[in-house]
């Protein structure tokens, strides 16, 4: 069965160096997103992706936040200068169009990003 | 006010009750979606639906889009089902999901 694939599952770094999420989503999907966890707290929208730009985000997605999908097949979320409240459960999703409306999305597992 | 309002919080069943998890909203829709997490994280699609009633399994998950309401049933209940049970919706104006606070249900053996 297709899935979506993130990497890595976790994720430490120092407060204040860039972090970059990495996903894979499933192939023939042309909606993507971000969406954020922190610990106790609903998930929460970032930002979704679809023909090659953005095509929403949300007040969290500020200028230390950049999405890109660099070979056709990965997407990425990057933090340019990470800070302690980014610490979270990332999840990448996808849908796909099944020509009578679009699919229910599909979510990796997650990447837990610790800033210390 | 939060958009996607879940109740309860929390609901410990014993293993074989029937339970129902409740949502309701305040926004227009394209689609409504109920989501399991389980406690490493991952989040899975349960069902997606704009009407009526669908039912997979044991799960049965119903929508009136008049009320603005819509339910989660687990028959039969096991304590496999142990998870967070997350409702979310679509708005009309966009692709993404909004989601409630989730539902956390504890099954006893």
């Known amino acids: 069965e297709p899935e979506v694939t993130q990497t890595p599952s976790h994720q430490v770094t120092q407060m204040g160096q860039e972090v970059i999420l990495r996903c894979v989503p499933i192939?023939?999907?042309?909606?993507f997103y971000w969406y954020r966890q922190i610990l106790g707290q609903k998930v929460e929208f970032l930002v979704s992706?679809?023909?090659?730009?953005?095509?929403?985000k949300s007040e969290i997605f500020d200028d230390q936040f950049s999405v890109e999908r660099p070979d056709g097949s990965n997407f990425t979320l990057k933090i340019r200068s990470t800070k302690l409240e980014d610490s979270a459960m990332y999840f990448c999703?996808?849908?796909?169009?099944?020509?009578?409306?679009?699919?229910?999305?599909?979510f990796g597992q997650g990447t837990r990003l610790t800033v210390v | 006010k939060n958009e996607v309002e879940q109740s309860p919080q929390n609901l410990t069943a014993q293993e074989g009750e029937f339970i129902t998890i409740n949502c309701s909203y305040s926004?227009?829709?394209?689609?409504l979606h109920w989501l399991q997490q389980h406690p490493g994280g991952g989040i899975v699609s349960l069902f997606m639906?704009?009407?009526g009633k669908k039912k997979h399994g044991r799960l049965i998950a119903t929508i009136n889009i008049q009320e603005k309401h819509s339910s989660l049933h687990i028959t039969a209940s096991h304590p496999r089902d142990s998870a967070v049970y997350i409702c979310?919706?679509?708005?009309?104006?966009?692709?993404?999901?909004?989601f409630g606070s989730g539902t956390q249900l504890t099954v006893l053996p």
């Open positions: 999703a996808s849908s796909g169009n099944l020509g009578t409306g679009w699919s229910e999305a599909f």
């Open positions: 192939s023939n999907h042309l909606y």
């Open positions: 992706f679809y023909n090659n730009e953005i095509s929403e």
């Open positions: 926004v227009g829709i394209s689609a």
């Open positions: 639906l704009s009407s």
């Open positions: 979310a919706v679509t708005r009309s104006s966009a692709r993404q999901l909004t």
